[in-house]
């Protein structure tokens, strides 16, 4: 997957958990700079101005990804951005791309609700776009932002990773992110021996388990995802936080509670 974007998705890059987030199960290039345009020479960023996104498309090739995320239009002009979008998507067809994830702009300003309504439109008329809706799923969240309202915090990098990661599992891209399914476990009586498994639902098995803190005394959780041992903590109640990884690199937490009886 090749992640296009400007200084709006730059903000991916430059936040690990996003990163990660939007890597599980593909193999993810982000190609992002500050000031980049669908066409034309973006604004100087340090001297230098950036290649627009068509040309970026036309330079990558055949090393493009099959499947392409485009977050950038917010140095766009409202007037051309239709045939800006023909543009692209012509390039990416050449380029071999099989399907195009187009995010939609965080409609701060009014020029944006226009913009979005010409990525609608284009993939109205393109079957291999998918519009992905960042304005309707950030709307209620201006805590994702800085004060410009467009540019990403933390949190909105990791929003807006979620919901790219989202898109790309529902189209069959990558799989659903590994969940585990276990909620509650067996009561363990003190000084008796101990079992129980722990189960992990979608994501891409073999899974990993561990542990994020110690389990009570003498009981032990399995890279298997097994819990075994002979507790030896006093009767009571014990939380604890697992942790399992599937092949394709997710992972899931949850906390669990083990009661030990006498």
């Keep these: 997957m090749t992640l296009i974007g400007d200084s709006v998705a730059d903000a991916l890059a430059l936040d690990s958990q996003a990163v990660r987030i939007v890597s599980q199960g593909v193999t993810a290039d982000l190609e992002v700079a500050p000031c980049r345009r669908l066409e034309g020479m973006g604004c100087p960023v340090n001297g230098v101005r950036p290649p627009s996104a068509v040309q970026l498309i036309q330079s990558l090739g055949s090393k493009i990804g099959p499947n392409v995320v485009?977050?950038?239009g917010y140095n766009d002009y409202e007037d051309q951005f239709p045939g800006d979008i023909a543009d692209a998507l012509a390039a990416l067809k050449a380029a071999g791309v099989e399907h195009v994830?187009?995010?939609t702009l965080r409609a701060a300003h009014h020029p944006y609700i226009t913009m979005n309504a010409d990525i609608e439109s284009a993939a109205s008329?393109?079957?291999m776009v998918?519009?992905?809706d960042w304005n309707l799923y950030s709307r209620s969240h201006p805590e994702?932002?800085?004060?410009?309202g467009v540019h990403?915090?933390?949190a909105g990098s990791v929003a807006m990773a979620t919901l790219i990661h989202t898109a790309l599992a529902a189209g069959g891209i990558t799989s659903p992110p590994v969940r585990i399914a276990t909620t509650s476990i067996p009561v363990a009586k003190r000084g008796h021996a101990y079992r129980a498994r722990l189960v992990a639902r979608s994501g891409t098995a073999p899974y990993r388990w561990s542990l994020l803190e110690r389990a009570p005394a003498g009981i032990h959780l399995?890279?298997?995802g097994v819990v075994d041992g002979s507790p030896k903590a006093k009767p009571g109640r014990y939380t604890f936080n697992v942790e399992v990884h599937d092949a394709?690199?997710?992972l899931a937490e949850r906390r669990l509670t083990l009661r030990v009886a006498a």
């Design 130 to 132: 998918t519009v992905v």
């Design 152 to 154: 990403l915090v933390h």
């Design 222 to 224: 399995r890279a298997n």
């Design 70 to 72: 485009m977050a950038t």
């Design 144 to 148: 994702w932002f800085q004060s410009d």
């Design 248 to 250: 394709a690199g997710y």
């Design 125 to 127: 008329e393109n079957p």
């Design 101 to 103: 994830f187009w995010l």
